[in-house]
C-alpha cells in the first residue's frame, strides 16, 4: 500500500487553509500532487519506513492533524497506486479511510464488480459503448479479450483499458503545488432539487468571485466546478476561458455551462462551489473587442457598481434574480 489519495472537506475556511494542509501533507513525504479543488495524492512508500507504520495508519495519523491543527476533516483512500487509491477514495465516508485489499488476489476482488464508468479516465461514452456490448463491470473487461477491446475503443485505448481493469497503473505521483486560485462555496440548507436554485447558487457564486477578482486587479483563466450530491459524493468540471477574465457574466456563462452539461434534473445537491483558477495581473491581460454593444454596457455597469460597492459595501448592488 503505497498511495494515499487525500479529499478534504470543503468549508468556508478551505480556501485560506489550503497551503497550510499541503505543507502538513508534506512533513510525511515530499511527493505530494495537489488536486485541486480538494484533494492530494501522496506516495507514501518512504515514509512507511521512515515512520514504521503502514498508509492506513498514516492515513489516520493525517485525518487526527488536519482536524485538530485546521478544524478540516478529510477522507481518505489508500491503495498500491495512484489509479486504485483514487477509486477507493470514492466509497470513503468523512473521517474514513478505505484500503483497497492487500495482494493481487485482492486487488482483482475490489475491482471486479464495479462499473467500468468508476475507472479514472473512462467518459461517459466509452463507458456507454462498452456496456453496449455487455462490457458493464471492471471484471467483464478485464476478461475480455485485448482484440474486442481494441475494436471497440481503438488500439492503444483498449490496452491501457485491459490494463487498468486488471489493476496495473503506469501513473506516478507528480510533486507540484496548488496554483492560486480563488474559491467560493454555496451550500444549501437542506438537500436541493430544484435547477432554478442551483443555477441562482451559482450565479451568486460567479458574481463574488468576479468581484474579489476585480477588487484585486487579477483575471483568470479557468474556471472549476464543484457539485457536492447529498450521498457525498462530488463531480468537478473544469472550463478553459476564451481568454483571461474577471467579468462576472463570462464567469456566470461558464459556469451555467458546465452545469448543464452534467444533467443533474432530479439531482439531490447538497453544495456548490466555483473556483476561479490560474490567477494573473489583469494589466498583463488582453480583450477580444466584439464590438457588441450589450456587452460593453454590461461592462461600463459592473464598473459603476463595484464602485458603489467600495462604497456601500458588497450587499448594495446585487443581480435581480439575487434580490428575490
Same mark, same amino acid.
Given at each position: ?95 474514513? $479511510? +478505505?484500503? *483497497? =485489499? ?12 464495479? &462499473?467500468?464508468? @468508476? #475507472? ?50 503506469? $501513473? +506516478?505521483? *507528480? =510533486? ?12 444549501? &440548507?437542506?438537500? @436541493? #432539487? ?50 483571461? $477574465? ?79
Amino acid at each position: 500500500m503505497n498511495t494515499l489519495c487525500v479529499r478534504f472537506l470543503l468549508t468556508p475556511m478551505y480556501e485560506a487553509v489550503l497551503p497550510q494542509l499541503l505543507a502538513l501533507l508534506g512533513e510525511f513525504t515530499p511527493q505530494v500532487e495537489a488536486l485541486l479543488p480538494d484533494g492530494a495524492l501522496m506516495d507514501v512508500s518512504g515514509a512507511r519506513r521512515y515512520f514504521g507504520r503502514s498508509a492506513v495508519e498514516l492515513a489516520a495519523l493525517i485525518r487526527v492533524r488536519t482536524l485538530a491543527l485546521y478544524g478540516v476533516e478529510c477522507a481518505i483512500g489508500a491503495g498500491p497506486s495512484p489509479m486504485l487509491a483514487r477509486m477507493a477514495l470514492r466509497g470513503a465516508a468523512p473521517g474514513v $479511510t +478505505r484500503a *483497497v =485489499p492487500e495482494g493481487p488476489d485482492g486487488v482483482r476482488e475490489f475491482l471486479a464488480d464495479r &462499473p467500468v464508468g @468508476e #475507472l479514472p479516465g473512462i467518459g461517459r461514452a466509452t463507458a456507454r459503448t462498452l456496456c453496449e456490448y455487455g462490457l458493464d463491470s471492471l471484471g467483464k473487461v478485464a476478461a475480455a479479450p485485448l482484440s474486442t477491446l481494441q475494436r471497440l475503443v481503438g488500439a492503444r485505448a483498449g490496452r491501457e483499458l485491459r490494463e487498468k481493469a486488471r489493476g496495473i497503473d503506469r $501513473t +506516478r505521483v *507528480v =510533486p507540484n503545488s496548488a496554483a492560486r486560485s480563488l474559491a467560493v462555496e454555496r451550500p444549501f &440548507p437542506r438537500d @436541493e #432539487l430544484d435547477p432554478f436554485r442551483h443555477r441562482r447558487a451559482l450565479l451568486s457564486g460567479a458574481e463574488e468571485l468576479g468581484v474579489r477578482m476585480r477588487g484585486e486587479e487579477q483575471v483568470c483563466r479557468a474556471l472549476t466546478l464543484t457539485v457536492r450530491y447529498a450521498d457525498r459524493s462530488t463531480t468537478v468540471r473544469t472550463r478553459t476561458l476564451p481568454e483571461p $477574465t474577471a467579468h462576472s457574466t463570462a464567469l456566470t456563462t461558464a459556469a451555467y455551462r458546465m452545469y448543464e452539461a452534467l444533467g443533474l434534473q432530479r439531482a439531490r445537491v447538497r453544495a456548490v462551489a466555483l473556483r476561479a483558477e490560474g490567477l494573473g495581473p489583469a494589466e498583463h491581460a488582453s480583450h477580444q473587442l466584439t464590438f457588441d454593444p450589450a456587452d460593453e454596457k454590461a461592462r461600463r455597469i459592473e464598473e459603476v457598481a463595484d464602485r458603489a460597492r467600495e462604497k456601500f459595501g458588497p450587499g448594495a448592488i446585487v443581480p435581480g434574480t439575487l434580490a428575490a
